[in-house]
């Protein structure tokens, strides 16, 4: 009798853990260049046994193996803002963060105190040389060509390191819309970045808000099954014990 109990908790466990995620996913509909995820499910086989023999059926139970990532490209917004710049297709900047190597698509970058050229935590902006972007203090007007070259009324200063990966999904979370991975950055043949504009994320409110719903209607299902199954075991131990009085 417990195994239904089992199979249902480890159900509303799922659904719970997937409403984490479509929350998490709400939270970032405004987050500059944030990828939507969703939850990946498999079936968990337990082998039984029976008093008949050794081997009984199996209780099939449900277990989340990990996170899929929506690595498609959110819709560009128009800013006007000279340092704003958006990555049209494939790759990600490459950030020197106090952790290391980091990446990501948010390209709403500023100037610091010293003309080096940060996101919006303050982090490097790296060029293809691995070295910070730095321009002069008489630079006023910055250009930035499709393939990532920077120039300036100077000349050319710098031009944009642009990264890809083997698998995207291996990228993991480092926060500030950052990942970080072991995996070896490989340069994007043809880049395309646009200046002037920034990816928005690529979560779908109101995709997410029928998620929400739906994960709502089957958690209260399963919890409707479980009031039932309690009620039947209820119901027999009394049935049992008025017979055993009897």
Not at 11 to 29: C, D, F, H, I, S
Not at 37 to 63: D, H, I, N, W
Request: hydrophobic residues 35%.
């Amino acid at each position: 009798m417990q195994n239904t109990s089992y199979i249902a908790l480890s159900r509303q466990a799922a659904l719970w853990r997937q409403l984490e995620v479509v929350a998490n996913n709400m939270a970032n509909a405004n987050t500059p260049s944030f990828k939507g995820e969703q939850m990946m499910f498999r079936e968990y086989l337990v082998p039984t046994r029976s008093s008949e023999r050794a081997v009984g059926g199996k209780l099939s139970f449900v277990q989340d193996v990990g996170v899929m990532r929506d690595t498609r490209e959110g819709p560009l917004t128009k800013t006007d803002n000279a340092l704003d710049f958006a990555i049209h297709g494939e790759g990600y900047f490459a950030i020197e963060t106090e952790s290391g190597m980091r990446y990501g698509r948010n390209g709403h970058f500023r100037l610091d105190q010293t003309g080096m050229l940060v996101n919006t935590q303050g982090f490097a902006v790296m060029d293809e040389r691995d070295q910070p972007i730095v321009f002069a203090p008489n630079e006023t007007r910055v250009e930035v060509a499709t393939d990532g070259t920077v120039s300036t009324e100077n000349g050319r200063v710098a031009k944009l390191k642009l990264v890809k990966f083997a698998n995207d999904q291996e990228l993991r979370n480092a926060g500030d819309s950052l990942f970080e991975t072991t995996q070896d950055a490989e340069a994007v043949t043809n880049p395309s970045i646009v200046q002037g504009m920034v990816e928005e994320s690529n979560v779908q409110p109101v995709v997410e808000m029928t998620k929400m719903t739906q994960i709502l209607r089957d958690y209260q299902g399963v919890q409707k099954m479980l009031d039932a199954e309690h009620d039947r075991q209820m119901k027999a131990i009394q049935i049992l014990s008025n017979a055993k009085s009897a």
